[in-house]
């Protein structure tokens, strides 16, 4: 399942597919309506069933490869067909999507530590990104449902929505940080999800690591 045809298109796919306008807090959105699972044609769902998007410690090393081949072939479709939506590429790609993290974007460090853009792909560690960009934000299904509507009014301030996860955290029970380390860049893809623009996103954020 090699790539050779196609690493230098799917390298600028990936690093460069961004291009999602980063207005201020304040300005919320252009869309109202909550991005959810892409749709996926029917080789695509076969392949993503089979695809062990949290491996299994069981796992031998030659199922571990075999699980980054098929996570690697889908992720060559998704991005030839252009399937993923922009702001979750630039989740991944742009170095404004990654708060906290110096200028560089979440793929910049993994290129370099894995080698190229086909071991990246490949990687266990690429496994959440890959779900994320086929389902989404890793929350339960009514959590996600009330901060869209929130994020549904127009005149929402970034102060609501921040406040508002908060109070989401606490009232599906949901582990906190540090233990649940990624809850924090969950909810900051939920608002990205939902038409926030990225500094707006952020305030959620930075509201979920807050929560005690």
């Given amino acids: 399942m090699a790539f050779d045809h196609y ?14 306008a ?9 869309r109202i309506t909550m991005i959810g699972q892409i749709e996926l044609t029917s080789t695509e769902q076969e392949l993503a069933s089979k695809i062990e998007f949290v491996l299994d410690h069981r796992m031998d090393h030659e199922q571990v490869i075999e ?6 072939k889908l992720m060559q479709m998704l991005l030839k067909r252009k399937a993923i ?19 560089s974007s979440r793929l910049e460090p993994f290129l370099r530590n894995a080698g190229g853009i086909e071991a990246v792909v ?16 890793d929350l339960p299904a009514p959590l996600k449902q009330e901060f869209q509507q929130k994020a ?7 102060g609501d929505l921040a406040k508002s996860a908060k109070q989401l955290v606490r009232k599906y029970d949901l582990e906190r940080p540090p233990l649940n380390y ?6 900051y893809q939920l608002a ?6 990225e500094g707006t996103s952020r305030w959620v954020r930075d509201a979920v690591m807050k929560v005690k």
């Fill in 152 to 158: 549904a009014d127009y005149w929402v301030k970034p």
């Fill in 122 to 137: 490949r990687h266990p560690h690429f496994l959440p990104y890959l779900h994320y960009f086929i389902y989404g934000a």
């Fill in 85 to 103: 939506p922009e702001q979750r590429l630039a989740y991944l790609n742009d170095p404004e999507y990654n708060p906290g993290r110096g200028s």
């Fill in 7 to 20: 690493t230098d298109a799917y390298t600028q796919r990936i690093k460069l597919a961004g291009g999602v």
């Fill in 192 to 197: 990205l999800d939902c038409g926030c623009d």
């Fill in 22 to 30: 980063a207005p201020g807090p304040g300005h919320m959105r252009e």
């Fill in 67 to 72: 699980n980054g081949e098929r996570a690697a």
């Fill in 182 to 187: 990624r809850l924090k860049d969950a909810f």
